[in-house]
């Protein structure tokens, strides 16, 4: 079975701290994806790599930055932190970019107070 | 804009009923559309991946259905247990230079003993 792990379940941070989401993939995908889900808003793409090194901004990458230094890692960043930005954060992965399944980690939940 | 709609927004049935799930997207043109299951405060779990050049796709009790061409898909679930409670989300996957899929706002179900 493919395996999605997100590195925290819950994290509580504070205003202006730098954080880290790191999310690791084990069937060597090319594709990983950052998402964020918020009552009423449902799911925002926020960023996505389809290789090693490659980014893409998705519909929400305003505070935000990521690095895929490794093709098995995809590491989000919220360069300070801030308390709009609390929300269930969930990485994804596919193997290819158009016609494959989607598989999802645990999910983090973020606080930021 | 690509958007998706999941009607209805909540449903609650006692256990044992035949129910169904509707998804409707308003551009047609997509690789593939994937249904989605979310239990509370947990990441997606992948439930079917229908291509865009099927019609139907199975597992277990489960059933989806895709007319790309109306923009519509529909999941099935059939005898219905307590077990099957969560949120359920359909995706279609548009390819192109992100790859991602659009998320619908999902329908909750709650299911009687």
């Known amino acids: 079975d493919v395996k999605v792990t997100q590195s925290s379940r819950y994290l509580v941070k504070r205003t202006g701290e730098k954080v880290f989401l790191e999310c690791v993939q084990d069937m060597d995908h090319e594709n990983m994806f950052w998402y964020r889900q918020d009552p009423g808003l449902g799911l925002r793409l926020i960023y996505f790599s389809y290789d090693v090194k490659m980014k893409e901004k998705g519909d929400i990458p305003e505070g935000y930055s990521v690095s895929r230094e490794k093709k098995e890692r995809f590491s989000l960043i919220l360069e300070s932190a801030s308390t709009n930005q609390t929300s269930m954060y969930l990485c994804?992965?596919?193997?290819?970019?158009?016609?494959?399944?989607?598989?999802f980690g645990q999910g983090t939940r973020l606080t930021v107070v | 804009k690509q958007e998706v709609t999941q009607i209805p927004a909540a449903l609650s049935v006692p256990e044992g009923e035949n129910l169904v799930l509707n998804c409707s997207f308003t551009d047609s043109a997509i690789y593939n559309l994937q249904w989605f299951r979310q239990d509370p405060g947990k990441g997606l779990t992948s439930l079917l991946l229908?291509?865009?050049?099927?019609r139907e796709q199975t597992s277990g009790r489960l059933n989806a259905s895709l007319d790309k061409s109306s923009g519509r898909s529909t999941l099935y679930i059939a005898a219905s247990q307590p077990g099957d409670s969560a949120t359920y989300l359909c995706a279609p996957n548009y390819g192109g230079s992100q790859g991602n899929l659009i998320f619908g706002k999902g329908t909750k179900l709650s299911v009687k003993p």
């Open positions: 994804a992965s596919s193997l290819l970019r158009w016609n494959t399944e989607a598989f």
């Open positions: 229908i291509q865009s050049s099927q």
